[in-house]
Nanobody
């Protein structure tokens, strides 16, 4: 059974940092690409943040490029998102999804975790 489980969210003050984790099961992790996405409170649409491929190639949305870092540990079947200089507008539920691409196209048809909530206070 394909499963993605996010963790690491929480409450942080403006300027703070968090590291999110996404543990994957049920498929060959090392062959897969992954994305981090988020959904802000009261908004229906997902926002793509970053992607990482099986060769460790990474891509970032302009809104997070200088602040967030995606990485993976194939031995632990885990994808990470290190977030620094967090701002109130980063408040959202953060999801990881299997698959690559530089956007949210097709994300509804791909495995995605249940999300982890990040709240940034000013």
């Amino acid at each position: 059974q394909v499963q993605l489980v996010e963790s690491g969210g929480g409450f942080v003050q403006s300027g703070g940092s968090l590291r999110l984790s996404c543990r994957a099961r049920g498929f060959i992790f090392s062959n897969s690409a992954f994305q981090w996405l988020r959904q802000a409170p009261g908004k229906e649409e997902l926002e793509w943040l970053s992607s990482i491929y099986n060769d460790d190639t990474t891509h970032y949305a302009d809104s997070v490029k200088s602040r967030f870092t995606i990485s993976r540990d194939n031995n632990k079947s885990t994808v990470y998102l290190q977030m620094t200089d967090l701002q109130p507008e980063d408040t959202a539920t953060y999801y990881c999804a299997r698959g690559g691409g530089l956007g949210v196209a097709g994300v509804d048809g791909r495995p995605r975790g249940q999300g982890t909530q990040v709240i940034v206070s000013s």
